[in-house]
């Protein structure tokens, strides 16, 4: 079974090449109707060359996580606590940084699209329809990396041919609504890897998509990765989609990361109720029991103080502790952490359920 | 069980009643003087009572349009259109409209854009009850509502609030309470569950089925979301520009897909096992390079329910690939 989990991962993991440390970080907001505590304690590291994805429901504070990597924060946000440390080579030298230190405005002149680039969901509003793709293309390399405009433009038509235009020096001089939804999304991807970043940041970038397009623009990112050997993380909802392109996944609860591991892990191994949820309420093309299992209720009010374990009015294996205390991080393995008190040695066998027992079983057959 | 229920179990669905007939259905938009967009193109099919049609395709494909055009959202180029065997295509007269308000209801696809924000619950769920002057008194109305808001698994404190206070998947609930309300023959739902989360869309969708199953309901069904749609429908229309390529049964449709553009469809499905996931090979489908074109084709019928459009040269050569 080792064997397996090295195929999932491409990556070697060693402690030298992590790009990306993002350690315990708190981030609250204020609001009229209080403080709301949109993320509590949230772990976790990027390695050169990897893929994470962080999953969870809307509100669960994974859009808030890598938006506060950007730098992109507003006013009434605070951050009581945490570091996300960077760490980049500039002149040969290895440097680490904070980026939470930094204003806005130091993050937009030095890291922003230099080191670290977003893609966005939605590729309409993430373009500006009054200027050509060309002038928003060249933009970020005029200011980052002291390009001349003529140079800019040649090589921005190189990008659009990169990520698969059919006729760059055309596409150039286009507006964005003269595009395909898919054929935007592409843009979007050329204007983020314009200034060669080291950390590509995919806020649900397919979302917005078709599912024949969905699988070529994922196809295209995982091979600009490979070609330029940069990291990224992936926002998504869809399990399917993280199954594709993640060799890590993190899954996020109202602010936490509930469970934590590689993407084998985490399809053949789930220890987690919530992920176990997640995982059977999206059908697969065999499901065929009655009805799909539906994680009950609805996400916590995170302007109310959270006692114990925030998923435990919704789960329903949850102890009387859940109540009570929230529940310690437990490692599994060394890449496979859960945050649940089934796993504490006193707490009683709980078997995931018998639907999504069955699926992993056909998955298993399946692979042979 | 309601009759309806047992009437699901028990009928074979090629006997059941047709509800919704739908023939040649064409849908032009003018563009200039010159142009027109062929929306929809000589669409042709039957949903049957109690059974749920699924209409998928990629965006543009023009399956919103056929649910909007059957519902009279916009006006049909040409072809006809029954609903339990009484015409509700051609000129709207006052009559034919009555009837069509009252036993067709459509579920939105986002849910907070559907709701009057200016309304409390009761009232947005109500308001086919008293434009068709439904309710004999104000006990009645508030009766009919609590009960159907009961059933979507909503309480009846919630009635006074309005749609803002409400998550994304309770106002869905909200969406889908107002459209059985008025016990419609027929409910259209436009991806109805994309715009709502993982978990969430397994609550909606479960209610939905539970729905169909105690009264009977009928769906036309329209998604992008292939695995969703397997899920919930029995037949499937498969959609590419207008025109409906393949159709069948879902098992015909997933289990013995013919037309190249069903077959990329299929393959473009993630699933979520991760080691076959990141190996798949994409089929890719250009209707111009494989020299497709869907006016030429006829429609053929491989089983009663099975059709492919194809001519006979496409269609011997996709059997046998």
Known sequence: MSQKVNNLSQVEWSKDDVVLDVRDVHISFT????????????????????????????????????????????????????????????????????????????????????????????????????????????????????????EAWKKGEELLAEVGIPNPALTMKNYPHQLSGGMRQRIV??????????????????????????????????????????????????????????????????????????????????????????????????????????????????????????????????????????????????????????????????????ELQKRIDRMKKEVG | MSNAALTKTKIPMEEREVILEVKGLKQYFPVDSHNVVKAVDDVSFQVRRGTTFGLVGESGSGKSTIGRSIIRLYDPTQGSITLAGKEISGKMTHKK?????????????????????????????????????????????????????????????????????????????IGIARAIVMQPELIIADECISALDVSIQAQVVNIMKDLQDELGLTYLFIAHDLAMVKYISDYIGVIHLGHFVEMGTKEEIFSNPVHPYTKSLLSAIPEPNPITERDRQLVVYDKNEMGVDYTKGSKNYLTESHMVLATDEELAAWMQS
């Open chain 1, 31 to 150: 609001t009229s109707a209080g403080t709301l505590n949109a993320i509590r304690g949230v772990n976790f590291t990027l390695h050169k060359g990897e893929t994470v994805a962080i999953v969870g429901e809307s509100g669960s504070g994974k859009s808030v996580t890598v938006k506060s990597v950007m730098g992109i924060r507003s006013s009434n946000q605070r951050i009581n606590h945490g570091e996300i440390l960077y760490t980049y080579e500039e002149n040969g030298e290895k440097k680490t940084v904070d980026l939470l230190k930094f204003s806005k405005r130091e993050m937009i002149a030095n890291y922003n699209g230099k080191h670290i680039a977003m893609v966005f969901q939605d590729p309409m509003t993430a373009l500006n329809p009054l200027l050509t793709i060309g002038a928003q293309v060249i933009e970020g390399m005029m200011l980052h990396l002291n390009m001349s405009k003529e």
């Open chain 2, 97 to 173: 409209k009555d009837y069509l308000t009252k036993h067709m209801q459509m579920i939105f696809q986002d849910p907070m854009a559907s709701l009057n924000p200016r309304k409390k619950v009761i009232d947005i769920v109500a308001e086919g009850l008293d434009a068709n002057h439904l309710c004999k008194n104000r006990k009645e109305r508030e009766e009919k509502v609590y009960k159907i808001l009961e059933r979507v698994g909503l309480n009846h404190e919630q009635a006074n609030r309005y749609p803002h206070m409400f998550s994304g998947g309770q106002r869905q609930r």
């Open chain 1, 189 to 354: 991807i050329a204007i983020a890897i314009a200034c060669n970043p080291d950390i590509l940041i995919c806020d649900e970038p397919t979302t917005a998509l078709d599912v024949t397009i969905q699988a070529r623009i994922l196809d295209l990112i995982k091979k600009i990765q490979k070609d330029r050997n940069i990291s990224v993380i992936y926002i998504t909802h869809d399990l399917g989609v993280v199954a594709k392109v993640a060799d890590y996944v993190c899954v996020m609860y109202a602010g936490k990361i509930v469970e934590r591991g590689t993407a084998y892990e985490m399809y053949y191994e789930p220890r987690h109720p919530y992920t176990w949820g997640l995982l059977l309420a999206m059908p697969d093309l065999n499901t065929t029991d009655a009805r799909l299992y539906a994680i009950p209720g609805t996400p916590p009010n995170l302007l109310r103080k959270i006692v114990g374990d925030a998923f435990a009015p919704r789960n329903r294996y949850a102890l009387n502790i859940d109540y009570e205390e929230e529940p310690p991080v437990y490692e599994l393995s060394k890449t496979h952490m859960v945050s649940s008190w089934l796993e504490h040695k006193d707490a009683p066998e709980v078997e995931m359920p018998m």
